[in-house]
């Protein structure tokens, strides 16, 4: 309004003036008397009890704006300390209705008598307010608590390869609350955790347990490598709020990946040079791995190079399936028993990266390196199949995790075995 301006010197016409004067009059009019900034406030009913059995857990709050303003709702307790529902929210002109169900900041207000304060602010500083009184009864002040919470290991390598691939969150929830737990990265990025399925449903109170190995094993790529903060969050019925934090950090995270180069195996009678191995002799193979991911890949023994009899297998060698280990495998066409019964890491454990975990000493190709794999295998009873030819091939197993199928059934090929 301050840019209207009049004065005797104006040369304006008469009529342009009565219509100035008749705008100003309608513009001050509208600016501070027919509606107020906050008008038609009311909080029905005027007691709560809240605690969540239905019947009067919450107020309404209902208000009325004429123009944009900040806008605050707040209790005053009996000695006078303010409490806020909202604070400074930016509202355009409107009708408004909020249920208040007693709780602040995510925990409830105590039974006592309260005044209700509804205030709106104008950019340019106009204020009106509106408030009454809300007595509190039988509210339900017990917040959720995790008790026990707990990570667990701080540091995990979510790869697959069997070590600390898995982090583990514990926590006894004391009240029925919604509960969410997730990872927040440095960059603000949220990463939800699943609850395990157990026989305390989530939610409920008791015992629960998050086994979180960062999406990998669904496929997914886990979160990237860095520090990250677990938070828990659990919310009563009533809106009681409880947040529990914790650290946790992401190593060498990522899905494994490797295959045998070209799908290319060698087989051989090493003394010979062909593919004709009579009863006695030996079959012997050549192909190379490659770890074609962006982590490590661990591998077990026996070392490339070692050799077995046909009635052997890498049980008796005592070289047992670890979870998450990489070998090589050589299956036959009529195997009676288990799929890959000889088996062979990748390369020579000494040539390979290694690392301690837990005191243990574990072996590992790294990304983008390629080891040579051989071995050999005395054939000295008749496969199954019982024929002249039979079919062999390779396989570069994932134990206790997946065989790709290109790293299943790799280049199979007939040797004769003359019996
Ligand atoms: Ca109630
Ligand atoms: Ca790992």
Same mark, same amino acid.
């Given at each position: 309004m301050n840019e209207l301006r009049f004065g005797p010197k104006n040369s304006m016409s008469s009529l342009f003036l009565v219509f100035c004067c008749s705008l100003l009059v309608a513009l001050a009019l509208t600016a501070c =008397?027919?509606?107020?900034?906050?008008?038609?406030v009311s909080a029905q009913p005027e007691v709560i009890t809240p605690n969540a059995d239905g019947l009067e857990d919450v107020t309404r709050i209902a208000y009325k704006l004429s123009r944009s303003a900040d806008l605050s709702i707040y209790l005053v307790d009996e000695a006078g300390e303010r409490h806020y529902f909202r604070q400074n929210r930016r509202r355009s002109a409107g009708d408004y209705r909020v249920d208040f169900g007693g709780v602040v900041d995510g925990g409830m207000l105590p039974d006592g008598r309260y005044n209700w304060v509804v205030e709106a602010v104008t950019d340019d500083g106009a204020t009106s307010r509106a408030e009454g009184v809300l007595v509190v009864q039988d509210a339900d002040v017990e917040r959720p608590e995790f008790e026990g919470f707990s990570i667990y290991p701080q540091v995990f390598t979510p790869n697959q390869d069997g070590k600390q691939d898995r982090a583990t969150i514990n926590y006894y929830l004391t009240k029925e609350a919604d509960v969410s737990v997730y990872l927040f990265g440095p960059d603000g990025q949220k990463y939800p955790i699943a609850e395990k399925e157990r026989d305390v449903e989530p939610g409920e109170p008791g015992f629960h347990t998050y086994d979180y190995e960062g999406g990998v094993d669904l496929g997914a790529d886990p979160p990237p490598d860095g520090d990250y903060i677990v938070r828990a969050e659990a919310v009563d019925r009533v809106g009681n709020r409880t947040v529990v934090t914790g650290t946790l950090t992401i190593q060498d995270g990522g899905r494994p990946r490797a295959d045998i180069v070209n799908a290319d195996v060698e087989f051989y009678n090493?003394?010979? =040079?062909?593919?004709v191995v009579p009863l006695g002799s030996t079959l012997a193979f050549t192909l190379t791995v490659e770890n074609t991911g962006l982590v490590p890949i661990r591998t077990t023994g026996p070392d490339s190079g070692t050799h077995y009899r046909s009635d052997q297998n890498f049980n008796t060698l005592d070289t047992y399936e670890t979870p998450g280990a990489w070998r090589v495998g050589i299956d036959y066409e009529g195997n009676p028993s288990y799929a890959y019964p000889y088996r062979w890491g990748l390369g020579q454990l000494e040539d390979l990266e290694s690392r301690v975990i837990d005191g243990q000493t574990f072996y590992y190709l790294m990304p983008g390196q390629r080891m040579i794999v051989t071995g050999s295998i005395q054939i000295v009873d008749v496969p199954a199949?019982?024929?002249d030819r039979v079919f062999f091939w390779a396989g570069l197993i994932h134990e206790q995790v997946r065989i790709d199928t290109f790293n299943d059934f790799v280049d199979p090929q007939q040797i004769v075995i003359g019996f």
């Open positions: =008397g027919i509606r107020p900034l906050l008008y038609e090493p003394e010979t =040079g062909d593919k199949a019982s024929k």
